[in-house]
């Protein structure tokens, strides 16, 4: 297996540097001139100032701001970032050793950097807090859903584990809050098939060769309302929110499912109630079976009146 290549330049904020290939062929004069055609979107005068700077580089060291391209050649430079909400709950930590690290990410904060989210997001605080540079998660869980996340602190052993999640071997429950329906049948599993398209938002079920299931049950009821817990066997996109929504019991504070709203992104009020409250595997080194519990609860559930208003509460209690 090919080694990745060592980036010249250290981490920032938790994140590697951007690494660029120049192409084979082309007719740029230097290196500045391909930087401003590639990257349309980035201002020429920031290129000249990183190239000023010393902030591009190759093996050898800063790039000059007239050094000729060489085609083939790599380079890198860190990626300015974008302004960011700060996201104004606290990670829990529900269990670390030397390998793994299985984390209680709160609502609103995303696994990994993506998009608008860089800096707050679960990968990078947890690196930058921890001083663990290496970690990686072994699979993630939505900006809006909270719970638990397991990550790898070290990197020689971290194929092992995401091959769990990639066979489907480690047993995942959630648990939701909803409306609760005399007249729906409890327990059930759906089984559908699920299509999410890149560059659209929402995800949907469509007629064919399922591929998603869910087994859904009550847990306790009250006051129109129903706990319940969620065993997905499968890992699609949105596939909890799209199987609840389509029997009839959308999960509270669901900006996606049955519709679509335009949430502020600084808006922390009455975050989606799906909470990540369990994980059970085989250890894939050790042979020891392991079971890691969410410490959160849905506030929906203990306490409804604040969060149907939107009141300012404490992540802890979710």
């Known amino acids: ?52 700077e010393g902030g591009i580089v190759d093996m050898d060291g800063p790039i000059a701001p007239d050094a000729p391209y060489v085609p083939g050649g790599a380079i890198w430079f860190h990626r300015d970032l974008p302004v960011e909400t700060t996201v104004p709950f606290d990670i829990g930590i529900v269990y670390r050793d030397d390998t793994i690290l299985v984390a209680d990410k709160p609502h609103f904060l995303s696994t990994i950097p993506r998009g608008q989210h860089i800096l707050q997001t679960a990968l990078v605080r947890l690196r930058r807090e921890l001083d663990l540079p290496d970690l990686v998660p072994a ?42 329906d005399p007249e729906l049948e409890l327990p059930r599993t759906l089984i559908s098939r699920i299509v999410k398209e890149r560059q659209v938002l929402r995800a949907y079920e469509e007629p064919g060769e399922p591929n998603a299931e869910t087994h859904i049950e009550l847990l306790e009821r009250r006051d129109g309302l129903g706990r319940y817990r969620l065993k997905p066997r499968t890992g699609r996109t949105h596939q909890i929110r799209l199987h609840m929504n389509s029997i009839g019991i959308p999960i509270l504070g669901d900006d996606f499912y049955p519709e679509l709203t335009d949430k502020p992104v600084d808006d922390f009020t009455r975050p989606l109630q799906l909470l990540a409250s369990a994980l059970e595997f085989t250890d894939p080194l050790t042979r020891e079976p392991r079971r890691f519990e969410t410490t959160r609860s849905l506030r929906a559930w203990h306490d409804p009146d604040g969060w149907a208003t939107g009141a300012p509460v404490r992540e802890s209690l979710d």
């Open 139 to 180: 699979h993630r869980l939505d900006r809006g859903t909270a719970g638990l996340v397991l990550f790898i602190v070290d990197p020689a052993r971290r194929g092992a584990y995401q091959t769990m999640f990639h066979n489907r071997v480690v047993r995942k429950e959630y648990e939701a809050i909803a409306r609760f």
């Open 1 to 52: 297996m090919r080694r990745r290549q060592k980036p010249p330049l250290p981490k920032r904020h938790g994140l590697d540097p951007a690494r660029l290939r120049l192409p084979d062929e082309g007719e740029w004069a230097t290196i500045r001139d391909h930087l401003v055609e590639r990257l349309p979107r980035v201002p020429a005068a920031r290129i000249d100032e990183l190239l000023g």
